[in-house]
């Protein structure tokens, strides 16, 4: 049974860190693109962070590029999302999803070829 389980998230001051997981279970996780999306009160859900199953290379939207960095571990059959000078406007709900699919570069735009998804865990950056 496939299944991605985020944790990590809660609450931090602006400026602040944190580091998201990630561990999938029922399927080896570096054969395949997968990625950090994220979706605030009110707005669409929005690609952050993914890796390419086939060379290992990392997307960051433009949001998050400089602040985010997303690694994977295959020992542990998890990716991680460490997170840093967070801003109130990285709010929101955090999400892994794995696309079984598509080949070559991951996407952050194309958020229907992502075949599972975790349950999600909230991020709140708040003074």
């Known amino acids: 049974q496939v299944q991605l389980v985020e944790s990590g998230g809660g609450l931090v001051q602006p400026g602040g860190s944190l580091r998201l997981s990630c561990a999938a279970s029922g399927f080896t996780l570096d054969y395949y693109a997968i990625g950090w999306f994220r979706q605030a009160p009110g707005k669409e859900r929005e690609g952050g962070s993914c890796i390419s199953s086939s060379d290992g290379s990392t997307y960051y939207a433009d949001s998050v590029k400089g602040r985010f960095t997303i690694s994977r571990d295959n020992a542990k059959n998890t990716i991680y999302l460490q997170m840093n000078s967070l801003k109130p406007e990285d709010t929101a709900v955090y999400y892994c999803?794995?696309?079984?699919?598509?080949?070559?570069?991951?996407?952050?735009?194309?958020?229907?070829?992502?075949?599972?998804w975790g349950q999600g865990t909230q991020v709140t950056v708040s003074s």
């Open positions: 999803a794995t696309d079984f699919t598509s080949l070559g570069p991951c996407s952050l735009l194309r958020l229907w070829v992502y075949d599972a």
